[in-house]
């Protein structure tokens, strides 16, 4: 099931627009706080944002800069503001579609079908995942926490991303060296160790300390 997040100040479109979504099954997140729009955005790790662009606090054009911090989500934006400077600032903001409002259902559904099919190539892979405020970009293979961003290698982030996957879960060493090694041919025993000590090194550096910990004779896991 793909997951909408919707951040719309109008309770009456909100309500409307996750009533005719829910219907043609999609799961939808309606933003609660206005000034915490990036933190609900991570918590729901949505395949699609859609986004009115005149808001309480900061406006849509804010929201969407932030959001391209963290994640190639798309994002389709909503407004009566439709003229065509809103629409271009809009999609070079890094918007990925525009609908007018008052908005037509059938055309906000076909483009949203539209927009994850040229995104995820219906694999339904979330873009993002969370924990402890540190985003896993999926697409891009980084790490971004409190405004710091680090690249990992393909080893470190097959590591990370199970242990997100599976957070306040013990992951079995054999369960890691599966996903490692699955694209390799050979490798020596102690790579795994070797690695998890890499990564472990670049997330203290941003200030995740004991972020990653060791269950002697089990595994790892995040707490």
Not at 94 to 106: A, M, Q
Not at 137 to 157: A, C, M, P, V, W
Not at 182 to 193: A, G, I, P, R, S
Request: with cysteine.
């Amino acid at each position: 099931m793909y997951k909408i997040f919707m951040v719309e100040d109008e309770e009456a479109i909100a309500l409307g627009i996750r009533k005719q979504l829910e219907a043609w099954g999609y799961q939808v997140d309606c933003v609660s706080d206005f000034h915490e729009v990036t933190k609900e955005f991570v918590a729901s790790a949505p395949h699609l944002v859609l986004l009115d662009i005149m808001l309480p606090f900061y406006n849509g054009y804010h929201w969407c800069t932030e959001i391209r911090k963290i994640s190639d989500v798309p994002i389709i934006f909503l407004s009566s503001a439709s003229d065509n400077m809103n629409i271009v600032m809009a999609m070079n903001g890094g918007g990925d579609d525009f609908i007018p409002k008052p908005v037509d259902t059938n055309v906000l559904v076909a483009k949203i079908q539209a927009t994850l099919r040229r995104a995820y190539n219906m694999s339904g892979q979330v873009p993002v995942l969370e924990h402890r405020g540190a985003m896993l970009n999926l697409h891009d293979t980084s790490l971004t926490y409190e405004g710091q961003r680090i690249e990992l290698t393909k080893n470190e982030f097959r590591i990370l991303q199970t242990l997100m996957e599976n957070k306040r879960k013990v992951v079995s060493r054999d369960t890691l060296m599966t996903k490692l090694w699955q694209m390799d041919c050979y490798v020596e025993e102690n790579t795994l160790t070797v690695n998890v000590g890499r990564l472990r090194k670049k997330l203290d550096a941003i200030g995740l300390k004991n972020f990653i910990v060791t269950k002697v004779g089990t595994g790892y896991i995040l707490e």
